[in-house]
C-alpha cells in the first residue's frame, strides 16, 4: 500500500514563507510525476504545482496564481518532494494536497493515483 503524507504547513503572516514535504511510501516501483493541489473552504481544489518524472524528467508546471512565489523540487530516489511558498497572502490560505501520478506498486503493476491526507496552511493579515 502506498501512503502520501505531508507535513511543514502551519500558520504565517503575509509575505511569509512555508516550506511543505510530502514523502511517498510503500513498495514503490515507480511515480510517474508527483505535485501539490490545494482547496480553500468553499472552492474546488486546484492544481499548485507538479513536478513530472516520466516522460520526461525535471518538467514542472505551476498553477497560474503562482506568479513565480513557489517552487517545486524532487528527490526520486527518496520519493519526497517539497513545495518552497514565499511571499505568502491571505488568499493562499488552503489545505494542501500531496498527489502522486501513475504510481506503480511492486505487487500491482498498475498505475494509480494517490493522495494525501493534506496540511492546512494559514496566511493572517
Known amino acids: 500500500q502506498v501512503q502520501l503524507v505531508e507535513s511543514g504547513g502551519g500558520l504565517v503572516q503575509t509575505g511569509g514563507s512555508l516550506t511543505l514535504s510530502c514523502v511517498a511510501s510503500g513498495e514503490i516501483f515507480s511515480i510517474n510525476a508527483m505535485g501539490w493541489y490545494r482547496q480553500a473552504p468553499g472552492k474546488e481544489r486546484e492544481l499548485v504545482a507538479i513536478?513530472?518524472?516520466?516522460?520526461?524528467?525535471?518538467?514542472?508546471n505551476y498553477g497560474d496564481f503562482v506568479n513565480g512565489r513557489f517552487t517545486i523540487s524532487s528527490d526520486d530516489a527518496k520519493n519526497t518532494i517539497w513545495l518552497q511558498m514565499n511571499d505568502l497572502r491571505p488568499e493562499d490560505t488552503a489545505v494542501y494536497y500531496c498527489?502522486?501520478?501513475?504510481?506503480?506498486?511492486?505487487?500491482?503493476?498498475?498505475?494509480?493515483?494517490?493522495w494525501g491526507q493534506g496540511t492546512q496552511v494559514t496566511v493572517s493579515s
Open positions: 498527489y502522486g501520478d501513475s504510481v506503480i506498486t511492486r505487487t500491482a503493476m498498475i498505475g494509480r493515483d494517490y
Open positions: 513536478f513530472r518524472r516520466r516522460p520526461m524528467r525535471g518538467w514542472t
